[in-house]
Nanobody, 125 residues
Framework: QVQLVESGGGSVQAGGSLRLSCEVSGYTFRRGCMGWFRQDPGKEREGVAALVSDGWTLYADSVKGRFTISKDVANDTLLLQMNSLKPEDTAMYYC???????????????????WGQGIQVTVSS
């Protein structure tokens, strides 16, 4: 059974940094892809960043140059380093995993069958 558990969220002022972690169990990353998504109340869940098992990454335009997705292989943890945070980055952030990965679908919500419970990130101005 695949389990994804996010941690590291919280509140920060604009310009600050946070690092999100997603502890993974029951999932073999070397055969798939993982991603970070975020959702504001009343809005669609949007893809933020994705990482394929061969190391290829993809970012939403809104976070390019500020966010970095990576994998801590030793600890089976997916990471999202978020720098230069803006108030518009405020959202619930979710970790997701999939075995069927297409490069054109990496930031699409419906491409991922496995999800964490989400963690709140709040950026104040």
């Amino acid at each position: 059974q695949v389990q994804l558990v996010e941690s590291g969220g919280g509140s920060v002022q604009a310009g600050g940094s946070l690092r999100l972690s997603c502890e993974v169990s029951g999932y073999t990353f070397r055969r798939g892809c993982m991603g970070w998504f975020r959702q504001d109340p009343g809005k669609e869940r949007e893809g933020v960043a994705a990482l394929v098992s061969d190391g290829w990454t993809l970012y939403a335009d809104s976070v390019k140059g500020r966010f970095t997705i990576s994998k801590d292989v030793a600890n089976d943890t997916l990471l999202l380093q978020m720098n230069s945070l803006k108030p518009e980055d405020t959202a619930m952030y979710y970790c997701a995993a999939s075995y069927g990965c297409s490069t054109s679908d990496l930031l699409r919500r419906d491409a991922y069958p496995y999800w964490g419970q989400g963690i709140q990130v709040t950026v104040s101005s």
